[in-house]
């Protein structure tokens, strides 16, 4: 397909990065520590890969962040209702489902370009959630909610499992199916898409639907891990699953990016602030590095001559 | 450059390329309900109150008008501000530069910003998008880390603040000329000058502007720079406005400068745009805030009703500029356009999206249903006869926190008992401009007391002195104004009184011995900061075994304090006590500990009993320190009714507040008592 320099380069990162706590404060590498940070960096993880597909198609989604809180707040007051686990879990991947058909409609349907029609749904999903809520959170959940009654120590492994198995199939989808060429070559030139028999905006639609789904996943996984609910969550988070998409060599252009290159950039910008604190540096850097790291990771990439199609 | 299908007037076509003219009637539509239902929406006062506001965020309007007409964006504009705001105050205040050199190397870094992005994009085939999300953090971080979140600068001399706050010739507001005269200049440039044409080319199609003579990268990099130059600007007339530089300056403005630009008919694909039509999409959000804000409709109204209009102009707009396709090619998306027979909509199709929005709506906070309620309810209070029931305005720091939430239940309560009308709105985020927006909005409307918990003293204190001036009674609650800025201060505990309870109680739980951390909202937080510097002020003095290891920033987010804290535990081991200063902090280092199964790290802080009582029991929560937030809410009201009504004079030394009984009043200041700790033994009596 091409070339795995931007891999490489990001695993070169991943692993200077990861060398640094050696020199640190011991304790960086333990089980414990490892599948915290691991856990921590679940919901932005199942979040990008809907991402990398929109953004393949050549569509971008802001109101990730406001879908997630959202979806979780549902998730919450379904359980609060007095709904059994199963149901609450269909209820909330289905309200994820909604929002993004919503988004994929404005964008395939009514043509409106996405940053724009994930931008006003952003505003109200996020201004609506506020309104409701009045900032108060959801508290007095059933005791089955947290980890799903399974209990922190089973649950935890189980929920790395199944984050992991979400990536494996959608590198399976992207790769191994139709509806994954569907989304390269709808990124790639939607004309050419439609003269060989696609459907251009069932297929966008379809990425958005995907996208919804899998924040809700990720809201499911995110907030069955505290008892209450926060409904100020997932301020900011948009922006960290499209840093981590883009990082991880999915161009904006459309039609190019993989899972691999995604989950190595959730990795890297999930690792920075962990390694900050352990390094005893000032936390009032952090932001600066993180920047600093994305704007590296995406010189490199042009560094390395790959080819960029802008016009 | 484009052909027209249609039967319009050619001066319709001429100077609504894009169809603006949808803009114009949705912005007479907002001007004309506003009219008939928020009093005091046309006076003069009102509609210079609105320049000021939108002053910042149209100068970030401007400046990305061109970029994005290019088919590029900028995301750091915001940012930018922040840094601007910094370098500006650390040039003057701590290298001593005149304030004019100041404020020119602000603006050479502003156009280096925008030169940097313009570089990476030409040279390095950056897509724009990823570049300024890059700078995004790059900017604002650097800004942070420059004065370490909390250092801020002021004591401007008085001609660079009338640049924000001063009005030329006693009533035009001192931005409304400056922003003129960059609007004029911008949109010569944009609209009667080669460069615009060059922008409108390439935005159209880069590659047939290269073979049609347009110098592309060179046209890029300069409309770069003008964003950036417009950004440090807008920065400036922050700090001028805010009377202070710090990193926070423009927190967040990115969103609605991007939405006021497409929503003015830029087409984000580049090509299409008017700097005119940018400026009536700015003037729609801004009226509508403004409006919603004086029919007393809470902050997130206007939020919600700005993207429902940005969804409804933008999906109008399509429709009609559809019969007039033009072929584009942009940096975003290579993609060529579709040929009209490509994607034309069923009604099958359109069935299935009015079905998916209605859907939408229903779930989105029944929004109709608000609308309806909100425009009944402001009608309701036209016509009804005048009533001679006090209105008293409250705003907290920020309206989703939930100590500010307990806060609202006994100022509600309070209100019930006196029969007086509560307005109760703050900002969403708290950010220092938008309160002194919504107070203004009040001064306007002509409320009778306003109390308000503020974000940043120095930068409302004129703002609440021009409220007294207009016979407005001012009380202050939770955290001070100027003295001479109010009439009364419900002081709940002083930043002295709760730092040092904070360390004693670590102190106590550390046995007296250890190392102690914090963690707090964000490095620029004002509260916080002066919590933190008494926690440490009182440690020196009191508890000399105990050391600070370090402050970190959770962003008010429970889900980041419980990494925060988990990360200091394992990576400061001699830690022996946590303090959590933000009442979503507590419950997130709570759950650390509990799932680390961790009894060695005690945790103590400031935050609501309601959070916090399962985690006591547990055993996870040492104490937490605070005060009856709802009591405090309580008194804010009776208080403010007291005062406005003469019950309550400078002098007294006590006041009677409803159920509380008696309070000592101190001066200009009447006192909650002193903080609480709460602990396994009493938090059960408390229920907020």
């Known amino acids: ?311 | 450059m484009t052909e027209t299908a249609t039967a319009r007037p050619p001066w319709l076509a001429r100077w609504c390329p894009n169809a603006e003219w949808v803009l114009l009637v949705v912005l007479a539509l907002e001007i004309s309900v506003f009219g008939l239902t928020a009093p005091h929406f046309f006076t003069t006062n009102n509609a210079f109150d609105l320049v000021r506001q939108a002053a910042e965020i149209g100068l970030l309007v401007l400046g990305l008008t061109p970029v994005i007409k290019t088919g590029g964006i900028d995301l750091s504009v915001a940012s930018m501000m922040g840094l601007a705001a910094v370098v500006l105050g650390g040039a003057w205040s701590v290298l001593g530069l005149p304030l004019g050199a100041a404020l020119v190397v602000t603006l050479l870094l502003g156009a280096a910003g925008g030169a940097f992005h313009g570089l990476l994009i030409t040279r390095l085939r950056v897509p724009p998008l990823i570049v300024t999300l890059g700078t995004f953090s790059l900017y604002r971080g650097l800004a942070e880390a420059m004065t370490g979140g909390y250092a801020s600068y002021s004591g401007f001399p008085t001609w660079f603040l009338n640049l924000g706050q001063g009005r030329v010739a006693g009533w035009v507001p001192a931005q409304l000329p400056l922003f003129a005269a960059v609007f004029a200049g911008l949109w010569l440039m944009l609209h009667r000058a080669k460069l615009g044409r060059e922008i409108a080319a390439l935005g159209f199609n880069a590659a047939g502007a290269r073979f049609a003579g347009v110098r592309v990268n060179r046209v890029l990099v300069r409309a770069y720079v003008i964003c950036g130059l417009c950004s440090a600007l807008a920065g400036l007339i922050y700090v001028a406005r805010i009377g202070q530089a710090k990193a926070d300056a423009g927190f967040g403005y990115e969103l609605p400068a991007i939405a006021a630009v497409v929503l003015g008919g830029t087409s984000i694909m580049g090509g299409r745009g008017t700097l005119h039509g940018s400026l009536l999409g700015l003037l729609c959000l801004v009226v509508l805030q403004n409006g919603l804000r004086l029919a007393g409709e809470p902050e997130e109204i206007a939020g919600l009703g700005a993207g429902l209009i940005l969804l409804v102009a933008i999906i109008l707009n399509q429709s009609w500029t559809r019969m007039r396709r033009t072929r584009q090619i942009s940096l975003l998306r290579p993609s060529t356009p579709l040929a009209p027979e490509e994607f034309h909509m069923k009604n099958s199709q359109i069935a299935l999206l009015v079905a998916a929005m209605f859907a939408a709506a229903l779930l989105v906070a029944g929004s109709n249903w608000w609308l309806v309620r909100s425009l009944r309810s402001v009608a309701a209070t036209r016509t009804a006869p005048a009533p001679a029931k006090l209105t008293i305005a409250v705003t907290p720091k920020t309206t989703t926190d939930p100590y500010f939430v307990t806060c609202k239940e006994g100022a509600d309560e309070a209100a019930r008992e006196l029969d007086v009308n509560l307005l109760w709105n703050g900002p969403i985020t708290g950010d220092p401009a938008a309160q002194n927006e919504i107070v203004n909005g009040w001064i306007t409307k002509g409320v009778d007391v306003i109390a308000g918990a503020l974000v940043n003293p120095a930068a409302i204190s004129s703002v609440l002195r021009k409220a007294q001036n207009q016979g407005i009674t001012v009380l202050t609650w939770d955290s001070d104004a100027e003295p001479d800025a109010r009439e009364f201060f419900v002081n709940q505990a002083t930043a002295e009184g709760i730092g040092s309870t904070l360390a004693d109680e670590g102190a106590r739980l550390a046995d007296g011995q250890g190392q102690y951390a914090i963690i707090t909202a964000t490095l620029t937080d004002t509260n916080q900061n002066e919590w933190i510097k008494a926690i440490k002020a009182r440690m020196a003095a009191a508890h000399p075994g105990m050391t600070l290891a370090t402050i970190h920033p959770c962003d008010g987010q429970r889900d980041k304090a419980m990494t925060e804290a988990r990360n200091i535990v394992q990576a400061y081991p001699g830690v022996k006590v946590l303090i959590a200063i933000c009442s979503p902090a507590v419950p997130g280092a709570a759950e650390a500990l509990k799932q680390a199964d961790n009894h060695n790290v005690k945790l103590t802080g400031l935050s609501t009993p309601n959070l916090c009582r399962d985690y006591l029991h547990e055993g996870w929560v040492q104490s937490i320190v605070l005060w009856n937030t709802r009591d405090l809410g309580y008194l804010t009201v009776y208080a403010s009714a007291a005062a406005r009504e003469g019950r309550l004079k400078r002098g007294d030394t006590s006041f009677t507040a409803g159920r509380l009984g008696p309070l000592k009043v101190d001066r200009d200041q009447i006192l909650l008592g002193q903080p609480l700790v709460f602990t396994t033994a009493n938090i059960d009596q408390f229920h907020f």
């Open chain 1, 1 to 311: 397909m091409k070339s795995a320099q931007r891999e490489l380069a990001l695993l070169g990162a991943i692993l200077v990065l990861g060398l640094l706590p050696l020199f640190g404060v011991p304790g960086f590498y333990t089980v414990a520590n490892l599948r915290n940070l691991a856990l921590d960096n679940v919901p932005v993880l199942v979040t990008a890969i809907g991402m990398t597909a929109v953004i393949i198609v050549a569509e971008i989604d802001i109101s990730v962040g406001s879908v997630f809180v959202v979806c979780g707040a549902l998730a919450g007051l379904t359980a609060q209702a007095g709904l059994p686990m199963p149901l609450v879990v269909a209820t909330t991947l289905g309200a994820g489902a909604l929002f993004g058909a919503v988004n994929g409609l404005l964008v395939a349907w009514a043509r409106v370009p996405s940053i724009i029609a994930t931008l006003g749904t952003m505003a109200i999903l996020r201004n609506g959630i506020i309104h409701a809520t009045g900032g108060a959170w959801i508290q007095n959940l059933p005791p089955g909610f947290q980890w799903f009654g399974l209990g922190q120590n089973l649950a935890q492994p189980v929920y790395l499992m199944l984050a992991l198995a979400l990536v494996v199939a959608g590198v399976w989808t992207l790769r191994q199916t139709s509806l994954g060429r569907s989304l390269y070559a709808v990124g790639c030139d939607r004309v050419a898409a439609r003269r060989v028999g696609l459907n251009p905006p069932a297929i966008i639609l379809a990425a958005f639907v995907l996208l919804g789904t899998l924040t809700a996943m990720a809201a499911l996984f995110n907030f069955t891990r505290y008892p209450t609910i926060e409904t100020n969550a997932g301020v900011g988070f948009e922006l960290q699953v499209i840093a981590a998409v883009v990082v991880g060599g999915t161009a904006v252009t459309g039609g190019r990016g993989n899972l691999l290159g995604t989950l190595l950039g959730v990795v890297l910008l999930g690792m920075i602030g962990t390694v900050l604190t352990f390094l005893h540096i000032n936390p009032a850097w952090a932001q600066a590095i993180e920047g600093l790291i994305i704007l590296a990771a995406v010189v490199s990439d042009t560094a390395f001559g790959r080819d960029h199609a802008h016009d």
